[in-house]
């Protein structure tokens, strides 16, 4: 894959914001000289329980990924992370950038059946009035929604404040069309109706327990959740055309070993190659030919909750991000399958700055800025504790970050959980010193700054460092209503240093992602936005799955 200059990737995703693509019949591989087939079970494991079905509470990548396949929204990323058109078919924006109003479909239909049960809508088809029913219930007071990514739209804080009855932006014009009013333009407004919390639900279905039997307009409608493995299946009467596959598992195998142990038996489709087994990977020539390899828009951090001692002080943090040895993480621990970070935004990402210097390790200037935040050789510094949320490389990537902070005198401990508590133990504050990454929610740089840092997204979004300053927020403020590309990507830029200047975060490495799959699949593609974008309604079998698995 060739990587296009950085100046015309600015000027495509402009455009793609302003203007829909896209077809929708199942796609095939342009290498792939055989004709799609109906049938088989794909299965691809996670290796944590924690899922949710309720699109307005998803937070994580393997819920965005399970529940793509059960909504839609009005828009949708392709995997080349292009806003495209799903439930609407068209849209057009005002002049002034303030209004864009939706064309729907006539064709879509909700899921007239969900666990074996017909569903309460009888699958009647969508109109306008689901979209803004959908997005009330979105935007609806609630301490754990995703409602703070659309206060962009007119009166939607208010709403969600409960300081108002009505979303003023929001109004069906007619019974296929919705009007959505900003508050200011927002460059990025069509992206953030792509992400999986702007998934359409039925108001029948939803006033049910969406997260136990969830309702949507997708390709494939819901089975069962037994034994810790998800069951979807086909949807017979999907508007793009019913899937190539009849059921997708995702099983439960918390070990990766196991997990790429059950792919070489055949019992997974695809599956993530472990750090351990990737040398072994590339140089096999059985398996090598179906490995798939991408830059991921992501980034894996170690968070410091700046409300809290020792990490109050920034002389605390900028010692923190010399003494850890990134380099030999990323080569030891991840077999230089990463790239160390030189501060948020990715490479190959809108915004992404070359010349950032970021932090290098360094352990005198280490020793030098603890010392000036007043504990030489670490004496009298607390004895601080590192949260994981459980897996191999967490638990590795500690042991390598506690031996590099006793090399400054500086006791540390861990303390490793699933990640439901993980994340709840984050959002509510009490952890003071936490692994975190994150994968961009939309292609824009205001997905990773703005979410991450701005002020107003302390407690209510996932600024969980509790991040605050004042010049921050004026910068991403700026730069999210700047209509000029080239002017956001100053602005971003420039709040980008002040934050790497300020080490809220021990900046530890960009993501990249490698998958193996079997022979027989078809269809496969990853995207930059991760395996959450993973569309399964494209992907088929060429043969009986057992007749062409790897045999090792």
Known sequence: MYTMPRL?????????????????????????????????????????????????????????????????????????ARVVPAIAREWKISEDKLTYTFILRNDVHFHKSAAGQ???????????????????RLLQPREDSQASFFWVIKGAREFSEGKSAEIAGLRAV???????????????????????????????????????????????????RASDTIVLEANEDYF????????????????????FAAFLAGNLSHVDVPDSQYRNVKQDPKLSPFLLESNLWGTNYLGMNLKKPPFDN???????????????????????????????LPPGFPGHDDALTGYSYNLEKARQHLAQAGFPDGKGFPEIELQ?????????????????????????????????EHLNNIESGKTAFFRMGWTVDYPDPDSFLYTLFHSSNIGVGYNFSGFNIAEVDRLL???????????????????????????????????????????????????????????????WFSQTPAATQINR
């Open 8 to 80: 015309l990737v600015q000027t495509i995703f402009m455009l793609l914001l302003l203007c829909g693509c896209g077809g929708d019949q199942p796609s095939v591989p342009a290498t792939d000289n055989h004709q799609p087939t109906r049938g088989g079970v794909y299965r691809r494991a996670f290796a944590d329980s924690y899922i949710v079905l309720d699109p307005v509470l998803i937070k994580d990548s393997n819920s965005h990924e399970v529940c793509r396949q059960l909504y839609d929204g009005l828009v949708e990323f392709d995997n080349d």
């Open 118 to 136: 017909p569903t309460r809508n009888n699958g009647r088809s969508v109109n306008a009035d689901d979209v803004v029913f959908s997005f009330r």
């Open 174 to 224: 007619a019974s296929d069309t919705v009007e959505f009013v900003l508050e200011k333009p927002f460059a990025p407004f069509v992206s953030l109706l792509a992400m999986i919390n702007a998934g359409i639900v039925a108001r029948e279905d939803a006033e049910g327990e969406l997260d136990r039997m969830p309702v949507g307009t997708g390709p494939f409608r819901w089975v069962t």
């Open 240 to 259: 793009r055309g019913r899937p190539w596959l009849d059921r997708l598992e995702f099983p439960v195998i918390t070990d990766e070993s196991a997990r």
């Open 314 to 344: 920034p002389m605390v943090r900028k010692a923190f991000n010399y003494a850890i040895d990134r380099d030999t993480i990323v080569k030891l621990v991840l077999n230089d399958r990463a790239q160390v970070a030189n501060g948020v």
């Open 388 to 420: 994981y949320n459980r897996d191999p490389i967490h638990a590795r990537t500690a042991e390598f970050v506690l031996a590099n902070l006793r090399d400054i005198g500086i006791n540390c401990s861990v303390k490793e959980v699933d990640f439901g």
């Open 477 to 539: 403020d700026n730069a999210r209503f700047e209509t000029e590309m080239s002017h956001r990507v100053e602005l971003y830029r420039q709040a980008e240093k002040l934050i790497v200047e300020e080490a809220p975060w021990v900046f530890m490495y960009f993501y990249t992602i490698h998958v193996l799959y079997q022979p027989h699949v078809r269809g496969l593609v990853l995207s930059s936005m991760g395996e959450s974008l993973l569309q399964y309604r494209h992907i």
